[in-house]
Structure formats: C-alpha cells, structure tokens
C-alpha cells in the first residue's frame, strides 16, 4: 500500500507538472483526487488492515492528498495566469492605428432650402402638402386647363413644356401650381398649405437654366383674404429666409391663374452698383411670382366666390439657393461635384 501510494504521488506530481492548461489540470484532479479517484480506492481498501497498518497508511494517504491539493494549487495560479496574459496578448488593441476614413453623408443644398423655407410657412401657420399628393407626371387638365390657361397659351407649346408618348395630355408639370387644384379639389376653406417639388422645361441648359428645377408653391384661401395679406406673409418670409434689412418690391405681372399677379423682388444681395452681374445693375433681384387666385380657378375647384378668396405664390428654390450663397452656376446643383457640395 505504501509503495502504491508513493507511485500516486510520484504520477500526479509528473502529471501535475506536464499539464500545459487549467483544463488538463482539471483532469488530473479528477484522476487522482475526487470520489471515484485512485486515491479514494485505497482509503476505501483500509479496512481490510490491521489497526497499525491503518493508522500508518491511512495517514500517508491524507499526506499525499494534502501534498497533491497544494500543487495543484499552486500550478492552477501558474496556468491561470499564463492563459490570462496569452488572452490579454491575442485581443490587445492598438490605440495608435489610424482610424478608418468614414465620410460623412450630407444634405443636398437645394434640400436644405427646401427644408429651411418649409420651415419658415409652418412657423407661419402653413400646412406642408405630401409630395405624393402632387405629381410630377401631371396631366395637362391640372397643369393648364384648371389653372385658367386658354388652349392656345404659349406655355403649353412643345417647347416649354414636356410631353409625354405614353398616354395623350400627360405632361411632366412645368409647375407646381397644380397643387393648388389638387388641393383645392382635396379640402374645402380654410386652406394654408404650401408644396415643394419638382418640375420640368424644355429648355436648353445654361449657367441660369435647367430643364430640371425646384419650386415651392403657397396657397391661402379663406374669407377676406386681399392682397394686403400676401405681401404681408411674403414680406415676413424674406425677412427670416434673407436676414432683416432687406427690402421687397411688388411689381405688377401677369399670370392665368392669378388676378392681380405680381413678380416680387428683393434688393441684390451682391450689389457692385451699375456693372453688377447679378441683377445686371438693376439693384433688384426677382425671387417669385404670387397673385390673388384668379376667380375662374376659385369656379374650377368650386369654390363660391362670394364668401372666399385666396392668394398664391410660387418661388424657385434653385433661385433662393443661388442668391443666399452667391452662386453663378445653376448646373452645379446636379453636377454632384464634392468640391461644391461639401461646401454646404
Ligand atoms: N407657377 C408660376 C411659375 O412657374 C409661379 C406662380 C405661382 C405665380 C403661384 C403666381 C402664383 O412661374
């Protein structure tokens, strides 16, 4: 028994050692030390001995399982640690590296303006109309016809306005100003609601003209509304959107579905005086046309005459865009150039 035992010991120590992780380890322990192990074999045999044999013996055994337990202690620290440290090594990270270059995704100046002037008409009571609700490919009923348009009027000629193959009087809208017939079709008075979007011209492109361009239409119908409450509305949005000391100008225009219509200035933003290349030494620049909605549109719609009446507006955005920022090149929106857009 005591020779046995002394092969234990001597097994366990070699093994003990050998063990290159905590799980081997583990093993070792279980071979030797646990219930079932070889040690508990032969305490479980000590009662065959002679009472001497037994206390000799069976002091022995606590002594090795006393002697195993300290060193699988100590080399279960040892292995531990080793682990710990290779993981540290494996998983460390380096601070120093330079990053990965993510750039950043901007917002289209053109969407800006767009967001910057919606803004402006909600502060102002106005409602924004879902672009879904008004579009681009129109027919020519909404973009002409309800909009007061005679049948012959040059804006519908071929070279203004785009048709399509597809189906008879669908047009790509030249305006948003459909959006006042869909809306007026949509809603009965009180109506304050504007829409941004796109519209399409025939046109050959220049540094001042895109066959593709944005505008924002306005729209205001109700009891006693005159003219005094357009400029007054129009007014207030080029002093928040231009900044406060900027005058306006109202000149008289012309427009199917507006009666009176006018065009409506503000004073040149980049004025060198008599040369100026923006507003060509006129000291005014045009931002949008507006009018009292003509009564055959009211009539068109339905809408009684008698009790209401409304105003409208369309402005460019592109426009709006160009003279904030004093850009020359009405292209460069659509270039996609990052020079130009980062700039924003
Ligand atoms: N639709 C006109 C244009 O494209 C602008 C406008 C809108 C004028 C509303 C008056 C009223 O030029």
Not at 60 to 77: G, M, R, T
Not at 94 to 122: C, M, W
Request: glycine share 6%; proline share 4%.
């Amino acid at each position: 028994m005591k020779e046995k035992l002394e092969l234990i010991l001597n097994n366990a120590t070699q093994e003990i050692n050998n063990s290159q992780s905590v799980q081997e380890l583990d093993d070792v322990k279980l071979k030797y030390l646990s219930r079932k192990g070889e040690l508990n074999s032969i305490k479980k045999n000590l009662k065959d001995l002679s009472d001497e044999e037994k206390r000799v013996v069976g002091s022995l055994a606590n002594s090795v399982s006393n002697k195993l337990e300290e060193l699988i202690s100590i080399k279960n620290n040892q292995l531990y640690k080793k682990e710990l440290n290779r993981k540290l090594e494996e998983e460390r990270i380096d601070i120093t590296l330079p990053a990965d270059y993510r750039p950043h995704g901007k917002v289209h100046p053109l969407t800006q303006t767009i967001n910057e002037i919606t803004e402006i008409f909600q502060g102002l009571g106005f409602s924004i109309m879902p672009q879904e609700d008004s579009p681009e490919v129109e027919t020519e009923y909404i973009n002409f016809d309800m909009l007061n348009f005679p049948p012959n009027h040059p804006a519908r000629d071929m070279q203004d306005t785009f048709y399509t193959k597809t189906a008879p009087n669908v047009i790509l809208r030249s305006q948003t100003s459909g959006a006042q017939i869909r809306q007026m079709l949509h809603q009965a008075p009180p109506i304050r609601v504007i829409s941004p979007g796109r519209v399409y011209r025939c046109e050959s492109v220049s540094a001042r003209k895109n066959n593709l361009f944005h505008q924002i239409e306005g729209l205001m119908v109700d009891k006693d509304i005159t003219f005094a409450d357009l400029k007054g509305i129009l007014n207030e949005f080029v002093r928040i959107y231009f900044g406060s000391a900027r005058p306006t100008r109202f000149r008289a225009s012309y427009f199917p579905f507006t009666e009176p219509s006018a065009e409506v200035d503000v004073q040149c933003i980049m004025c060198s005086g008599k040369g100026c290349r923006t507003c060509s030494g006129t000291g005014w620049l045009e931002v949008l046309g507006a009018g009292m909605v003509h009564a055959n549109v009211l009539r068109n719609v339905g809408i009684d005459t008698e009790t209401y009446s409304g105003f409208a507006f369309g402005m460019g955005v592109e426009r709006l865009t160009m003279l904030k920022y004093a850009i020359n090149d009405i292209r460069l929106f659509f270039n996609n150039d990052m020079r130009f857009l980062n700039q924003f």
